[in-house]
T-cell receptor
Framework: NAGVTQTPKFQVLKTGQSMTLQCAQDMNHEYMSWYRQDPGMGLRLIHYSVGAGITDQGEVPNGYNVSRSTTEDFPLRLLSAAPSQTSVYFC?????????????FGPGTRLTVL | AQSVSQHNHHVILSEAASLELGCNYSYGGTVNLFWYVQYPGQHLQLLLKYFSGDPLVKGIKGFEAEFIKSKFSFNLRKPSVQWSDTAEYFCAVMTGGYNKLIFGAGTRLAVHP
């Protein structure tokens, strides 16, 4: 198993540009989520999904869209990038949405918005 | 809203020193508690977790944590650190459903040989 994969690893955008961060898992996990990591703030939940076709907002959803058309993929879209979205983005997945299930994290995408 | 506080932002130790990283959370109900580690250039990995039962939890690589409900704390400990423990450590809490983790700001640990 490759686990949780994310592409790209690094990305530089100009303000106003759009892009999609890709996340995929091959463990048949129902639950997937996106976090952003900022210095001194830990990780904050952006959006999550408890299964294909079901998504919901986390703590900091503004400026981001998600969809979950398949179990494997959970892309994160930035429609109009802003410098405040400069961050490291982590995707995570777990077998179910139950709290007892360990979340597995991807390697991250480092995004810079100029 | 629930929150997690990690009081030590940067810790510098020499090899073989003992380690204790503080973690406090604000929530009065049932909680599940976690410590994650992020080695330089790598993604987060689970060190240990507490759901119920014995409040002293043992994790990987010699780490342990103690849940003290009356103090809303879940401090991470290791009796003797190694250079390879240099990493950033995150405490996290889960209070409700849907596996939503609330993370602390993290503690950067540097261990010198």
């Amino acid at each position: 198993n490759a686990g949780v994969t994310q592409t790209p690893k690094f990305q530089v955008l100009k303000t106003g540009q759009s892009m999609t961060l890709q996340c995929a898992q091959d463990m048949n996990h129902e639950y997937m989520s996106w976090y952003r990591q900022d210095p001194g703030m830990g990780l904050r939940l952006i959006h999550y999904s408890v299964g294909a076709g079901i998504t919901d907002q986390g703590e900091v959803p503004n400026g981001y869209n998600v969809s979950r058309s398949t179990t494997e993929d959970f892309p994160l879209r930035l429609l109009s990038a802003a410098p405040s979205q400069t961050s490291v983005y982590f995707c995570a997945s777990s077998y179910s949405s139950g709290s007892w299930d360990e979340q597995f994290f991807g390697p991250g995408t480092r995004l810079t918005v100029l | 809203a629930q929150s997690v506080s990690q009081h030590n932002h940067h810790v510098i130790l020499s090899e073989a020193a003992s380690l204790e990283l503080g973690c406090n959370y604000s929530y009065g109900g049932t909680v599940n508690l976690f410590w994650y580690v992020q080695y330089p250039g790598q993604h987060l990995q689970l060190l240990l977790k507490y759901f119920s039962g014995d409040p002293l939890v043992k994790g990987i690589k010699g780490f342990e944590a103690e849940f003290i409900k009356s103090k809303f704390s879940f401090n991470l400990r290791k009796p003797s650190v190694q250079w390879s423990d240099t990493a950033e450590y995150f405490c996290a809490v889960m209070t409700g459903g849907y596996n939503k983790l609330i993370f602390g700001a993290g503690t950067r640990l540097a261990v010198h040989p």
